[in-house]
Structure formats: structure tokens, C-alpha cells
């Protein structure tokens, strides 16, 4: 991307991808497979490497699968709050919950005054069954 504001088609398809998925995490081969179905010639090494320019300009944060074995991308624009809180990823449906509340709040000052850890919210995911996913 350059620094000029150029967007790319397959960069904007991209992002509307991300932004219309914007309370999921969504993987590299999701998006290929958007791309693909959306007539975007295009290969998983420059998906990846549209993602890491996203990731660098903060318009989306990545998260690991529940197993730890690939990464997950989640829309974020310019949502700078969305770097200072806690979020839970449901290992059903992948959807993602911020947990913007003074409970978490509370939860983060906790662990830092009583044992000296300050959280980095971008990559601190916690993980679980969202509301809907646990009544199925």
C-alpha cells in the first residue's frame, strides 16, 4: 500500500470483508476465499501481506485460534479503545465480545498493582462460549 492513500481493489475488498465481519475473527483462508468468490484474483501470501499492512496502520488486531495454530484477524478502523480492553472469543462461532466494563477494568488494574502485569489488550484473548453458542 502506498503511503498516497492508492487503494488497491483487492485491498478494499478486503476491508469490506473485515468491516462487514468486523465482531468475528476471521482467518487468511476466509478472506481468500471471499476474494475467490468475489472474482479477486489473488494467493494467500498477499492476503497475508495486505493483512500485516492493516495490522501496522491499527485497522485490525490479530488473534490466535483457541489452538494455537493459526491466526486470527479482527476489524478494528481506528478503534483505539478497542486496544485498551479485554476481549473473549467464542471457540464455537468465533465471534468476539469486548469486555469494555469496569469489572474488567478492575480485573486488569488487579493484576497490575498485586502482581506487576500490565496486559497488552491486542494480543490478550480469552476464550469461551458466547451466549448464543452455549444455548445450542
Do not use: P
Amino acid at each position: 500500500m502506498r503511503s498516497d492513500g492508492y487503494q488497491t481493489k483487492g485491498k478494499k475488498v478486503i476491508l469490506e470483508f473485515l468491516e462487514a465481519n468486523k465482531d468475528t475473527a476471521v482467518s487468511v483462508q476466509d478472506i481468500a476465499d471471499y476474494l475467490k468468490a468475489a472474482g479477486e484474483e489473488t494467493n494467500i501470501t498477499t492476503v497475508y501481506r495486505r493483512l500485516e499492512k492493516l495490522a501496522a496502520e491499527k485497522k485490525v488486531i490479530r488473534h490466535s485460534a483457541d489452538d494455537g495454530k493459526k491466526t486470527l484477524f479482527q476489524y478494528i478502523a481506528d478503534a483505539r479503545e478497542c486496544l485498551s480492553h479485554l476481549h473473549v472469543q467464542c471457540t464455537c462461532c468465533s465471534k468476539i465480545i469486548h469486555l469494555d466494563c469496569e469489572d474488567s477494568r478492575e480485573f486488569m488494574e488487579h493484576l497490575c498493582k498485586n502482581h506487576g502485569i500490565v496486559l497488552d489488550c491486542r494480543k490478550t484473548v480469552l476464550y469461551g462460549l458466547c451466549s448464543e453458542c452455549s444455548r445450542k
